[in-house]
């Protein structure tokens, strides 16, 4: 149950502000641990306990506050500028909350189902854990063609750049009084004017360039939609992925995972997984993408789940 705040309208910037009640075994830590990976992004920040997100919205840009200091709670507040048309519907924040948090999946079953199969290690004192999702569709999109094959430090520096240059800015506050800001992800309809050179001196590649700006003018468009592909049976939505220049098996089993919340994807061709796998089961060498599904096919229904622990445990 969540308790609502109404938004205060004479405070400028705006605001607004929600509890959610949390279950007793959400890996606080992990979460924490995981939205701090870049302490120089520019689009989330984390001071202690609370977390602070730049999101954008079809309205304008929200500044998101996560606060995990109660023991069974988070405590949402969020903001956005006079400039902003219509405010935020506090049912749409509390989404993008569940989805941060990683409340679209209850790993209970999964766990019950690795221990039954013999795997109890790979889950054992990571009790709880599950795969928190990016902010927005879009934001996982934009990750995932930014992160393909390039190192972690350098996907940050990149999706740092795009934001810094090409994002909206909001304020936030995290804590003791201070101001923090951040910016978002440059929504669909700002890429879509962007031509590739300006996206190349974000520091992606000619070809990553290319694949972002079309996917995001095929957004603004119409012609690729993708709030009906996460309503889609799971085959079509990947076959329609896949169809798209820019992606293939691991970007679409990274958006599964990531941004749809399928609880049964799996990154094909993810080296940190194949790292893991290899060193979990002990094998001469980093396995294969055949041998990969293979190790992962007991998991199933719950591969999403599996691999987040791998990720978590053994990369």
Known sequence: MSTPTMPDESSSPREGARRLHLPSTLRRAELLARWGRDANSATERVEGVRAGFAVAAPNGPIGL??????????????????????????????????????????????????????????????????????????DALVWVVVGQQVSLPVAFLQRRRLAGEHGESVELELGAGETTRLSTVPGPAVVARLDAEQLRACGLSRRKAEYLGDMARALVSGDFDLEALASSPRQQRREALLARRGLGPWSVGYLDLRAFGDPDAVPLGDAGLRRALRR????????????????????????????FHFWAGFA
């Open 65 to 138: 506050v996560l606060d995990l200091s109660a023991s069974d709670a988070v405590d949402i507040r969020w903001s956005w500028a006079r400039t902003v048309a219509s405010a935020p519907e506090p049912s749409a924040i509390e989404r993008i909350a569940r989805r941060l948090l990683g409340l679209h999946i209850d790993p209970a079953e999964f766990e019950a189902q690795a221990r039954r199969i013999g795997h109890g290690r790979l889950v054992e004192g990571r009790e709880g854990l599950t795969p928190p999702l990016e902010p927005t569709l879009w």
């Open 280 to 307: 979990y089961f002990d094998l001469d060498e980093a396995p294969s993408r055949d041998r990969v599904a293979e190790l992962l096919t007991p998991f199933a229904p719950w591969r999403s789940l599996a691999t």
